[in-house]
């Protein structure tokens, strides 16, 4: 049972250049997120997924797209990185909330650097 | 709006002495309030919830954490630190009824808890 595994763990792009945040979860959970982690800022929700086939944007949605490829995995793709985009990316998945109140589960996260 | 302020962004205290992490929050109705833990590049981990209820939550590794509308606060405590304890905390806070999955995070306290 490994959780929430986020590739890759590092990466360092050029301003423009594109690239995709993977995210798996192994609990059978219904709702996934992404957050960023900025230094004195705490974490932001960029979009979130609250189950399979739907997905919303949260605070700080924008320059992101994401995909809720299946239950396990949801995406999340920076079309053309800017150096405000430099921060650390989270996912986290939960149960569905219909059913009650339920913490969110995270992964190691992945460090990009925007050049 | 939903917000959190953790007014310390630093806490120092000496291994074996109570520990107090400060949390307030602002939500117009009844608020979810939750306490993670980050290690050094490592992800964010639960260490207790308030839903509703007792206003003393117990939680992982000793932690506790209490509940008080009035002063709309959520702060968390441990009687004895660890020099293990010594990490970034995060509280966090959702509204009742609120879009599913919506977490607002504090910026983070970082305790450290020395020999």
């Known amino acids: 049972n490994a959780g929430v595994t986020q590739t890759p763990k590092f990466q360092v792009l050029k301003t423009g250049q594109s690239m995709t945040l993977q995210c798996a979860q192994d609990?059978?959970?219904?709702?996934m997120y992404w957050y960023r982690q900025d230094p004195g800022m705490g974490l932001r929700l960029i979009y979130y997924?609250?189950?399979?086939?739907?997905?919303d944007k949260g605070e700080v949605p924008n320059g992101y797209n994401v995909s809720r490829l299946n239950k396990r995995e949801f995406s999340l793709r920076l079309e053309s990185a800017a150096p405000s985009q430099t921060s650390v990316y989270f996912c986290?998945?939960?149960?569905?909330?219909?059913?009650?109140?339920?913490?969110?589960?995270f992964g190691p996260g992945t460090r990009l650097t925007v050049t | 709006a939903q917000s959190v302020a953790q007014p310390e962004d630093q806490v120092n205290v000496a291994e074996g002495n109570p520990l107090t992490v400060k949390c307030t929050y602002s939500v117009s109705g009844n608020p979810y309030l939750f306490w993670y833990v980050q290690y050094p590049n490592r992800g964010l981990q639960f260490l207790l919830k308030?839903?509703?209820?007792?206003?003393l939550v117990k939680g992982s590794y000793g932690f506790e954490a209490e509940f008080n509308k009035s002063q709309t606060s959520f702060h968390l405590k441990k009687p004895s630190a660890l020099v293990s304890d010594s990490a970034l905390y995060f509280c966090?806070?959702?509204?009742?009824?609120?879009?599913?999955?919506?977490?607002?995070f504090g910026r983070g306290t970082q305790l450290t808890v020395w020999p």
């Open positions: 966090a806070v959702r509204e009742m009824g609120s879009t599913l999955g919506r977490l607002y």
């Open positions: 308030y839903i509703t209820g007792d206003n």
């Open positions: 986290a998945s939960s149960e569905f909330e219909t059913s009650g109140i339920y913490e969110q589960y």
């Open positions: 997924s609250a189950s399979e086939g739907t997905t």
């Open positions: 609990m059978n959970h219904n709702s």
